[in-house]
């Protein structure tokens, strides 16, 4: 079946630039998730959304990040005035509920020149 | 392509081999555990989870052991193959909330033929 699904799979972005990033989870799924994840380290959590309300966005680095899951489906990850330290893979993982398994898609990957 | 745990602790067997991969997670109160596989360019992949109630949980030749004693997990993966070759994370579901992942250093796995 389909798997959760992010696009675009690249971007290069001009630092001071804003970028948008989708994530399109798996049909059903009520919890969605977006994670940063920098070369050599594990993911880290960035925000959490239940259907359509955001219920934790304590990771966010800084309030130029903003995510929106307007009806509780597809979500995006906004970066505004992007910096070269917000160059990272942006994953995006779902799953039916708590004790449930997250499921990731294979990331955007961003680069800021 | 770019690599995911370019310093990452290895771990070097042969095929065939059983491979443990250790991981220490940080909060007792977490009450949820998830291990990942990760290749290049990929999303983590679910491998197998257990709950904070279970020390010991079987797969399909892996096996999850929890010991919240010394906050604990290990994975262990049988007649390990070629194609097992990647970096795992443990991650561990803390309070508040229970939902977002934490997730430890990883470790990669190289399957020699």
């Known amino acids: 079946g389909a798997g959760v699904s992010q696009s675009p799979r690249y971007k290069v972005a001009k630092r001071g630039q804003d970028v948008a990033l989708r994530c399109d989870p798996i049909?059903?799924?009520?919890?969605l998730f977006w994670y940063q994840q920098a070369l050599g380290q594990g993911p880290e959590f960035l925000t959490y959304f239940q259907n359509e309300a955001q219920l934790d966005k304590s990771g966010l680095p800084s309030d130029r990040f903003f995510a929106e899951r307007p009806e509780g489906s597809v979500s995006t990850l906004k970066i505004q005035r992007t910096q070269q330290e917000d160059s990272a893979v942006y994953l995006c993982a779902s799953s039916p509920g708590r004790e449930q398994p997250q499921h990731f898609g294979d990331g955007t990957r961003l680069s800021i020149l | 392509g770019e690599s995911v745990g370019l310093h990452l602790p290895t771990l070097s067997v042969q095929e065939g081999d059983n491979s443990i991969i250790n991981c220490a997670y940080s909060?007792?109160?977490?009450?949820?555990f998830i291990w990942y596989k990760q290749e290049s360019g990929k999303g983590p992949q679910f491998i197998i989870d257990i709950r904070s109630n279970m020390d010991k949980r079987q797969g399909q030749r892996v096996t999850v052991l929890l010991n919240k004693t010394v906050k604990h997990l290990s994975l262990q993966i049988a007649a390990t193959q070629p194609g097992d070759s990647a970096v795992y994370f443990c991650?561990?579901?803390?309070?508040?909330?229970?939902?977002?992942?934490?997730f430890g250093t990883g470790t990669r796995l190289l399957v020699s033929p």
């Open positions: 909060n007792s109160a977490s009450d949820y």
């Open positions: 991650a561990e579901t803390p309070p508040p909330g229970f939902q977002k992942l934490v």
């Open positions: 049909s059903g799924h009520v919890s």
